[in-house]
């Protein structure tokens, strides 16, 4: 199936929250081209030239809000998602479409961004056109909680080769090949809740 790609700028001066959220991102089926930028200015020069959709940007390297507010506005098209390391002030907070916790387990800021990406997502309703059928959500549901092949057999009474029917159909059906894919792509659509990962 061909995957539109979507352009995500990290605006963060952290290599290591840089490294772990583009782990996240990629993880999610590897739908995101990510390009990281040391200071709002500079991924504001880049919007044009990389037709970026999404902004995941530090809150602290606002400093002047009128001015982000103004830039935000000229990208209207862009989703704006802010990493909260702490509150910050109420003013900031409010001119991002989501933010995301630093605290936030990679199944909540997957689910995050793949919510706002979903909109930009021009493959999107192809995807929704080819829904699962009722054993392959069976299927699902059991390769999202971290079952093998042999154990969804088992669990769900069927051959491991029905299984493995199925996992094919589901991949070809969304496009995502990868066990964590498969679990965001699960908690984006309510195949399964968020709250099944909490510990």
Request: hydrophobic share 40%; glycine share 4%; aromatic share 4%.
């Amino acid at each position: 199936m061909n995957k539109c790609r979507i352009n995500i700028a990290l605006v963060e001066p952290s290599h290591i929250i840089c490294e772990g959220l583009t782990n996240i991102l990629q993880k999610t089926g590897g739908h995101n081209r990510i390009f990281r930028f040391d200071s709002l200015a500079e991924m504001i020069a880049s919007i044009p030239a990389h037709q970026i959709k999404l902004a995941i940007i530090n809150p602290a390297l606002i400093k002047n809000i009128p001015d982000f507010i103004q830039k935000r506005n000229d990208a209207q098209l862009m989703g704006w998602v802010g990493i909260l390391y702490s509150l910050p002030e109420r003013e900031v907070w409010g001119q991002f479409d989501a933010t995301i916790q630093i605290t936030d387990s990679p199944l909540q800021i997957a689910d995050t961004i793949h919510q706002l990406l979903a909109a930009n997502c021009h493959c999107a309703n192809h995807q929704q056109s080819e829904s699962l059928t009722a054993r392959e959500v069976d299927v699902l549901q059991q390769i999202a909680t971290g079952l093998c092949n042999k154990e969804i057999a088992e669990k769900l009474n069927i051959s491991v080769h029905t299984v493995v029917s199925h996992r094919k159909n589901i991949i070809n059906k969304t496009g995502i090949k990868s066990q964590a894919g498969l679990t965001i792509y699960a908690i984006s659509k309510k195949i399964i809740s968020l709250e099944n990962f909490n510990s």
